[in-house]
């Protein structure tokens, strides 16, 4: 069943958390003089507009009319109960994911991707650069950056430039030029294929690449798919639009809030609107793979956010800048670090972190896919396995509960992972 929102019904304000988290956040640090930084160390990266929604604490802040028109093309998103997935389990849960692989990039990725290009023009910026791990993020900066006539330079985490070559044809297709990371367009990418000409790649790399790039050359930016708090605030509008279909499905406050976690954005956006419902007992829960788990076994400190040692330092969960994960399907997730909102949040112990590995999250998304008819990305897999752990949870218990995930993406170019599942050999990492 499918709880449709009006177009006249998307929201018209992002939800900042920041006066809502635990904690104040801690500062960026410079990563050459380790002080705070401030709006003048930022500059040479990101528009004005940005900085100031990163160190905003207002917890409203308004979309502008020129963003709101392009998120039209495909917003609001539809809520669907997956009731043929409960019939499945025999539970008594009601499980509802709200449908971001709907958007033209399909995912979740454009929410933050558009706005990133319309503050960027509105600065005089004709040029962004920017990494990308499985793809979703590059195809969705290629795709916001042809409709505001930017350039998009694009570095892509080796191993999934490899294993994922159809997403490489969509950024082309939008207009993004594509190469592998580590590449031989930057001193640091061309420092790491002389120790290892084969070398895997990593998000870290991919965005030190990028920064590199964009602080050489003042009409580029750099553009961040999660992490940063204004990625979070504008991913926002999925758990504010899914609040409200809940409400139109009959349902009051979900029992219990899931999302996959890579950096966090997608994590982030459909959960921050309702840390503030967290009194009334609504759980969060961030799902990482268990090959790279960062909330779940890193350390919280400060830490660079790429491994060259180029960007801020954050605090945050990390297992460490130069940390490099194997080559799971789930490029998107294959992160060191994560958004310090997110860390925030569960190190004050207000959301719980769970992994798994490759195979359970595959077994998970074949039983999805055989059910609802769905595809689901491999990141997006992550977050079905603990609705159906939970799901499962509460036909043990016999409890009714409320079960709501972000479908943060679709599968449909990533179909290499399930051939390798489907016919053993998927690495279980």
Not at 35 to 52: Q, T
Not at 182 to 206: D, M, W
Request: charged share 20%.
């Amino acid at each position: 069943m499918r709880y449709q929102l009006g177009s006249d019904q998307i929201p018209q304000a992002w939800f900042n958390v920041a006066p809502h988290l635990p904690e104040p956040l801690a500062p960026p640090l410079h990563p050459g003089t380790g002080e705070p930084v401030g709006p003048d160390d930022l500059a040479p990266l990101f528009p004005m507009a940005l900085i100031g929604q990163e160190v905003s604490a207002e917890e409203w802040i308004p979309i502008p009319a020129e963003v709101l028109d392009v998120l039209s093309l495909w917003r609001p998103t539809p809520l669907v109960r997956a009731t043929r997935l409960e019939q499945a389990l025999g539970t008594p849960a009601r499980i509802y994911y709200k449908d971001e692989s709907v958007s033209p990039a399909g995912s979740h990725k454009p929410n933050t991707a558009v706005p990133q290009a319309f503050y960027n023009k509105a600065e005089g910026i004709s040029r962004i650069a920017t990494e990308t791990g499985a793809g979703q993020w590059g195809s969705a900066v290629s795709f916001a950056s042809q409709l505001y006539g930017l350039e998009c330079q694009v570095y892509m985490v080796a191993a999934s430039y490899r294993q994922k070559p159809y997403r490489r044809v969509m950024m082309e297709t939008w207009g993004g030029q594509v190469v592998p990371s580590p590449s031989n367009l930057t001193e640091f990418g061309r420092q790491l294929l002389k120790e290892n000409p084969e070398h895997t790649g990593s998000l870290g790399i991919a965005i030190s690449e990028a920064v590199e790039d964009a602080v050489g050359r003042a009409d580029t930016h750099y553009a961040l798919g999660s992490v940063l708090n204004h990625v979070l605030l504008h991913q926002t509008v999925i758990g504010l639009e899914a609040k409200r279909q809940l409400a139109e499905a009959g349902e009051g406050l979900p029992d219990v809030v899931i999302g996959s976690c890579g950096g966090g954005s997608n994590l982030g956006g459909i959960a921050l609107p309702f840390v503030p419902d967290r009194n009334e007992g609504v759980r969060l829960v961030a799902v990482e793979p268990a090959s790279c788990p960062t909330l779940t076994k890193g350390t919280y400190e400060y830490d660079f956010g790429d491994v060259a040692g180029m960007t801020p330092k954050l605090l945050m969960h990390t297992l460490g800048h130069d940390f490099i994960p194997p080559p799971i399907h789930a490029g998107g997730l294959r992160y060191h670090g994560d958004s310090p909102i997110i860390c925030n949040l569960v190190h004050a112990g207000w959301m719980e972190a769970v992994a798994y590995p490759q195979g359970k999250v595959f077994e998970a998304a074949v039983q999805f896919a055989r059910t609802q008819g769905s595809i689901p990305a491999p990141e997006t897999s992550h977050a079905i396995r603990a609705a159906i752990d939970e799901a499962l949870a509460a036909k043990e218990s016999g409890e009714e509960k409320v079960i709501l995930f972000s479908y943060s993406g679709h599968g449909l170019l990533d179909l290499a992972a399930y051939d390798d599942y489907l016919n053993g050999r998927l690495i279980d990492a």
